[in-house]
Protein backbone atom coordinates (compact mmCIF):
# COMPACT_ATOMS: atom_id res chain seq x y z
CA UNK A 1 0.00 0.00 0.00
CA UNK A 2 2.77 2.30 0.98
CA UNK A 3 4.58 1.76 -2.76
CA UNK A 4 1.12 3.13 -4.03
CA UNK A 5 0.72 6.38 -2.22
CA UNK A 6 2.96 8.27 -4.26
CA UNK A 7 0.61 7.12 -7.69
CA UNK A 8 -2.64 7.71 -5.62
CA UNK A 9 -0.82 11.04 -4.91
CA UNK A 10 -0.16 12.06 -8.05
CA UNK A 11 -3.31 10.81 -9.57
CA UNK A 12 -4.75 13.01 -6.95
CA UNK A 13 -2.96 15.93 -7.54
CA UNK A 14 -3.58 16.02 -11.47
CA UNK A 15 -7.32 15.32 -10.90
CA UNK A 16 -7.03 18.85 -9.26
CA UNK A 17 -5.33 20.73 -11.31
CA UNK A 18 -8.14 19.48 -14.06
CA UNK A 19 -10.85 20.52 -12.40
CA UNK A 20 -9.06 23.54 -10.84
CA UNK A 21 -11.21 26.90 -11.70
CA UNK A 22 -10.11 29.43 -13.70
CA UNK A 23 -8.64 33.07 -11.89
CA UNK A 24 -11.00 35.92 -13.27
CA UNK A 25 -11.34 39.66 -13.20
CA UNK A 26 -15.03 39.71 -13.09
CA UNK A 27 -14.79 42.12 -10.13
CA UNK A 28 -13.74 44.99 -12.68
CA UNK A 29 -16.93 44.82 -14.42
CA UNK A 30 -20.50 46.32 -13.69
CA UNK A 31 -22.46 43.29 -14.92
CA UNK A 32 -26.09 45.18 -15.48
CA UNK A 33 -28.16 44.64 -18.67
CA UNK A 34 -29.23 48.41 -19.11
CA UNK A 35 -25.20 49.23 -19.27
CA UNK A 36 -24.93 46.76 -22.56
CA UNK A 37 -25.33 47.59 -25.85
CA UNK A 38 -28.61 46.88 -27.44
CA UNK A 39 -30.71 47.97 -30.50
CA UNK A 40 -27.85 48.74 -32.36
CA UNK A 41 -25.39 48.37 -35.08
CA UNK A 42 -21.96 48.74 -35.89
CA UNK A 43 -20.23 48.79 -38.58
CA UNK A 44 -16.33 47.28 -39.35
CA UNK A 45 -13.90 47.25 -41.90
CA UNK A 46 -11.67 44.07 -41.16
CA UNK A 47 -8.38 44.23 -42.65
CA UNK A 48 -4.45 43.36 -42.56
CA UNK A 49 -2.62 45.91 -41.14
CA UNK A 50 -2.03 47.52 -44.33
CA UNK A 51 -5.44 47.78 -45.50
CA UNK A 52 -5.80 44.77 -47.49
CA UNK A 53 -7.95 41.89 -47.67
CA UNK A 54 -10.54 43.95 -46.29
CA UNK A 55 -14.19 42.68 -45.16
CA UNK A 56 -17.15 44.12 -44.17
CA UNK A 57 -18.30 43.32 -40.45
CA UNK A 58 -21.65 43.86 -38.93
CA UNK A 59 -22.17 43.76 -34.98
CA UNK A 60 -25.90 43.69 -34.08
CA UNK A 61 -26.97 43.96 -30.66
CA UNK A 62 -30.00 43.20 -30.45
CA UNK A 63 -30.43 42.86 -26.23
CA UNK A 64 -27.92 42.63 -23.61
CA UNK A 65 -25.40 40.22 -23.86
CA UNK A 66 -26.03 38.98 -27.00
CA UNK A 67 -24.78 39.45 -30.76
CA UNK A 68 -24.97 38.46 -34.40
CA UNK A 69 -21.99 39.10 -37.05
CA UNK A 70 -22.71 39.22 -40.73
CA UNK A 71 -19.33 39.04 -42.77
CA UNK A 72 -19.20 40.06 -45.92
CA UNK A 73 -16.14 39.38 -48.08
CA UNK A 74 -15.28 39.05 -51.87
CA UNK A 75 -17.22 42.17 -52.86
CA UNK A 76 -20.20 40.74 -51.40
CA UNK A 77 -20.00 37.80 -52.93
CA UNK A 78 -19.55 35.77 -49.62
CA UNK A 79 -21.62 36.08 -46.77
CA UNK A 80 -21.28 34.66 -43.19
CA UNK A 81 -23.50 35.00 -40.00
CA UNK A 82 -22.50 34.49 -36.27
CA UNK A 83 -25.15 34.26 -33.06
CA UNK A 84 -23.79 34.35 -29.87
CA UNK A 85 -25.13 34.74 -26.31
CA UNK A 86 -22.98 35.26 -23.18
CA UNK A 87 -23.42 34.01 -19.43
CA UNK A 88 -24.56 37.02 -17.59
CA UNK A 89 -22.22 35.55 -14.65
CA UNK A 90 -18.74 34.88 -16.35
CA UNK A 91 -19.32 37.28 -19.58
CA UNK A 92 -18.21 34.04 -21.78
CA UNK A 93 -19.99 32.96 -24.89
CA UNK A 94 -21.30 29.89 -23.83
CA UNK A 95 -23.62 29.93 -27.08
CA UNK A 96 -22.11 30.02 -30.19
CA UNK A 97 -23.81 29.28 -34.25
CA UNK A 98 -21.78 29.95 -37.40
CA UNK A 99 -22.93 29.47 -40.85
CA UNK A 100 -21.40 30.51 -44.21
CA UNK A 101 -22.83 29.86 -47.80
CA UNK A 102 -25.31 32.63 -46.98
CA UNK A 103 -24.77 33.38 -50.92
CA UNK A 104 -25.93 30.37 -51.90
CA UNK A 105 -30.07 31.84 -50.88
CA UNK A 106 -31.94 31.35 -48.11
CA UNK A 107 -31.96 27.65 -46.33
CA UNK A 108 -28.98 27.18 -48.24
CA UNK A 109 -26.57 28.10 -45.31
CA UNK A 110 -24.36 25.56 -43.94
CA UNK A 111 -23.90 25.37 -39.94
CA UNK A 112 -19.64 25.65 -39.72
CA UNK A 113 -19.62 25.54 -35.82
CA UNK A 114 -21.57 25.61 -32.90
CA UNK A 115 -20.03 26.34 -29.04
CA UNK A 116 -21.62 24.70 -26.11
CA UNK A 117 -20.93 24.62 -22.47
CA UNK A 118 -19.88 26.18 -19.77
CA UNK A 119 -17.50 29.18 -18.85
CA UNK A 120 -15.45 26.48 -17.20
CA UNK A 121 -15.36 23.98 -20.15
CA UNK A 122 -16.67 25.15 -23.74
CA UNK A 123 -16.80 22.05 -26.64
CA UNK A 124 -16.74 23.68 -30.28
CA UNK A 125 -18.26 20.89 -32.47
CA UNK A 126 -17.78 20.94 -36.49
CA UNK A 127 -18.78 18.20 -38.85
CA UNK A 128 -19.80 16.06 -36.37
CA UNK A 129 -16.39 16.63 -33.92
CA UNK A 130 -16.20 17.65 -30.38
CA UNK A 131 -13.17 19.92 -29.44
CA UNK A 132 -13.39 20.97 -25.38
CA UNK A 133 -11.52 23.82 -24.21
CA UNK A 134 -10.84 25.01 -20.58
CA UNK A 135 -10.81 28.90 -20.18
CA UNK A 136 -7.90 29.71 -18.01
CA UNK A 137 -9.04 33.32 -17.16
CA UNK A 138 -12.73 34.47 -17.41
CA UNK A 139 -14.25 36.60 -18.88
CA UNK A 140 -12.89 34.64 -21.98
CA UNK A 141 -13.11 35.31 -25.82
CA UNK A 142 -12.51 33.91 -29.32
CA UNK A 143 -10.29 35.91 -31.04
CA UNK A 144 -11.34 34.15 -34.40
CA UNK A 145 -14.76 35.93 -33.72
CA UNK A 146 -13.13 39.26 -34.05
CA UNK A 147 -13.17 40.05 -30.18
CA UNK A 148 -17.18 40.88 -31.16
CA UNK A 149 -17.94 39.76 -27.79
CA UNK A 150 -15.53 41.70 -26.05
CA UNK A 151 -17.63 44.67 -27.55
CA UNK A 152 -20.52 43.47 -24.97
CA UNK A 153 -18.51 43.58 -22.48
CA UNK A 154 -16.39 46.84 -22.84
CA UNK A 155 -19.44 49.28 -21.84
CA UNK A 156 -19.66 47.80 -18.59
CA UNK A 157 -16.33 48.15 -17.36
CA UNK A 158 -16.02 50.58 -13.82
CA UNK A 159 -13.52 52.50 -14.90
CA UNK A 160 -13.12 52.74 -18.95
CA UNK A 161 -9.59 54.08 -18.16
CA UNK A 162 -8.30 50.92 -16.06
CA UNK A 163 -6.10 48.39 -16.88
CA UNK A 164 -8.18 45.32 -17.33
CA UNK A 165 -7.44 41.65 -18.46
CA UNK A 166 -9.66 39.06 -19.89
CA UNK A 167 -8.47 35.14 -21.68
CA UNK A 168 -8.47 34.43 -24.90
CA UNK A 169 -9.21 30.93 -26.90
CA UNK A 170 -9.18 29.89 -30.47
CA UNK A 171 -9.20 27.07 -32.57
CA UNK A 172 -5.81 25.69 -33.13
CA UNK A 173 -5.52 26.00 -36.50
CA UNK A 174 -2.72 24.16 -37.38
CA UNK A 175 -3.40 21.15 -35.38
CA UNK A 176 -7.11 21.51 -37.26
CA UNK A 177 -4.97 20.77 -40.46
CA UNK A 178 -3.67 17.98 -39.32
CA UNK A 179 -5.58 16.17 -36.80
CA UNK A 180 -9.12 17.19 -37.42
CA UNK A 181 -11.77 14.34 -38.90
CA UNK A 182 -15.14 14.61 -39.27
CA UNK A 183 -17.57 12.59 -36.92
CA UNK A 184 -14.49 11.41 -34.68
CA UNK A 185 -16.15 12.00 -31.43
CA UNK A 186 -14.25 14.22 -28.66
CA UNK A 187 -10.61 15.53 -29.76
CA UNK A 188 -8.48 17.15 -27.37
CA UNK A 189 -5.98 20.53 -28.46
CA UNK A 190 -8.14 21.49 -31.13
CA UNK A 191 -9.50 24.11 -29.50
CA UNK A 192 -6.84 26.13 -27.36
CA UNK A 193 -6.98 28.49 -24.47
CA UNK A 194 -4.53 31.02 -24.96
CA UNK A 195 -3.92 32.57 -21.82
CA UNK A 196 -4.16 35.74 -20.90
CA UNK A 197 -4.64 38.88 -22.71
CA UNK A 198 -3.51 42.15 -20.95
CA UNK A 199 -4.96 45.72 -21.49
CA UNK A 200 -3.14 48.46 -20.40
CA UNK A 201 -4.43 51.96 -20.53
CA UNK A 202 -2.18 54.34 -21.93
CA UNK A 203 -3.92 58.05 -22.60
CA UNK A 204 -7.37 59.65 -23.79
CA UNK A 205 -6.75 60.64 -27.70
CA UNK A 206 -8.58 61.41 -30.37
CA UNK A 207 -9.06 58.95 -33.67
CA UNK A 208 -9.84 60.36 -36.64
CA UNK A 209 -11.76 63.21 -34.68
CA UNK A 210 -13.61 60.56 -32.07
CA UNK A 211 -12.50 60.52 -28.74
CA UNK A 212 -11.26 57.13 -27.34
CA UNK A 213 -9.60 55.48 -24.84
CA UNK A 214 -5.88 54.11 -26.03
CA UNK A 215 -4.72 50.86 -24.53
CA UNK A 216 -2.10 48.47 -25.19
CA UNK A 217 -2.86 45.13 -25.78
CA UNK A 218 -0.38 42.34 -24.94
CA UNK A 219 0.10 39.19 -22.51
CA UNK A 220 1.04 35.45 -22.62
CA UNK A 221 -2.42 35.22 -25.09
CA UNK A 222 -0.53 37.08 -27.88
CA UNK A 223 2.86 35.51 -27.55
CA UNK A 224 4.20 39.30 -25.86
CA UNK A 225 3.37 40.77 -29.30
CA UNK A 226 2.05 44.28 -28.95
CA UNK A 227 -1.14 46.37 -30.30
CA UNK A 228 -3.18 48.65 -29.87
CA UNK A 229 -6.92 49.23 -28.80
CA UNK A 230 -8.86 52.37 -29.35
CA UNK A 231 -12.16 52.26 -27.50
CA UNK A 232 -14.57 54.74 -28.48
CA UNK A 233 -15.00 57.25 -25.44
CA UNK A 234 -18.68 57.53 -26.26
CA UNK A 235 -20.51 54.32 -26.39
CA UNK A 236 -17.48 52.22 -25.05
CA UNK A 237 -17.40 49.81 -27.98
CA UNK A 238 -14.53 49.09 -30.14
CA UNK A 239 -13.24 52.57 -32.43
CA UNK A 240 -10.60 50.47 -33.90
CA UNK A 241 -7.94 47.24 -33.04
CA UNK A 242 -4.66 46.51 -34.49
CA UNK A 243 -2.77 43.86 -33.93
CA UNK A 244 0.54 41.71 -35.58
CA UNK A 245 -0.92 38.63 -34.95
CA UNK A 246 -4.05 37.50 -37.09
CA UNK A 247 -7.05 36.08 -35.59
CA UNK A 248 -7.49 33.75 -38.94
CA UNK A 249 -4.80 32.61 -40.89
CA UNK A 250 -6.17 33.70 -44.15
CA UNK A 251 -4.84 36.88 -42.92
CA UNK A 252 -1.22 38.19 -42.23
CA UNK A 253 -2.39 40.75 -39.32
CA UNK A 254 -5.60 41.59 -37.67
CA UNK A 255 -7.02 45.46 -37.78
CA UNK A 256 -10.58 46.50 -37.28
CA UNK A 257 -11.60 50.13 -38.19
CA UNK A 258 -15.18 50.80 -37.41
CA UNK A 259 -16.72 52.71 -40.13
CA UNK A 260 -20.54 54.02 -39.20
CA UNK A 261 -22.95 52.70 -36.51
CA UNK A 262 -26.93 53.45 -36.18
CA UNK A 263 -29.57 52.52 -33.94
CA UNK A 264 -31.99 49.46 -35.44
CA UNK A 265 -34.59 46.57 -34.61
CA UNK A 266 -34.84 43.51 -34.77
CA UNK A 267 -36.99 43.58 -37.67
CA UNK A 268 -34.79 46.06 -39.49
CA UNK A 269 -31.99 43.78 -38.75
CA UNK A 270 -33.90 41.02 -40.65
CA UNK A 271 -34.05 43.41 -43.40
CA UNK A 272 -30.42 44.21 -43.62
CA UNK A 273 -29.61 40.79 -43.52
CA UNK A 274 -32.09 40.15 -46.68
CA UNK A 275 -30.56 42.47 -48.59
CA UNK A 276 -26.96 41.11 -48.31
CA UNK A 277 -27.86 37.85 -49.20
CA UNK A 278 -30.66 39.18 -52.33
CA UNK A 279 -27.33 41.19 -53.56
CA UNK A 280 -24.79 38.39 -52.72
CA UNK A 281 -26.94 35.88 -54.59
CA UNK A 282 -27.06 38.19 -57.51
CA UNK A 283 -23.32 38.67 -57.58
CA UNK A 284 -22.74 34.60 -57.98
CA UNK A 285 -25.60 34.10 -60.16
CA UNK A 286 -23.63 36.60 -62.57
CA UNK A 287 -19.79 35.13 -62.52
Known amino acids: MQALRPLLLALSLATSAALAAPSQSLDQYEIKPERAPQGQLVNYIKSNLDGSKRLVLSLYFAKP??????????DGRYIAHVQAKLDPQTLT????????????GPGKQRLQMQMDGSAQRLVASVAGTQMPVAPSHLPAHVYNFDLSSLNLTLPLLKN?????????IDPDFAALRTRFKPNAGELEGLF????????????DEELDGVPTHRFE?????FGGVTGTLWVNAKDRLIERFEHALPDNPDW?????????????????WEAFKAASVQRAMGLVEAE
Do not use: C, H
Not at 217 to 221: D, K, R, S
Open 160 to 168: PRADFTIGL
Open 192 to 203: IDKGQAQFRYLR
Open 217 to 221: VGGPA
Open 65 to 74: FEVEALKVEG
Open 252 to 268: KSFKLSRISERAMDAAA
Open 93 to 104: ATWMRSFNGLEN
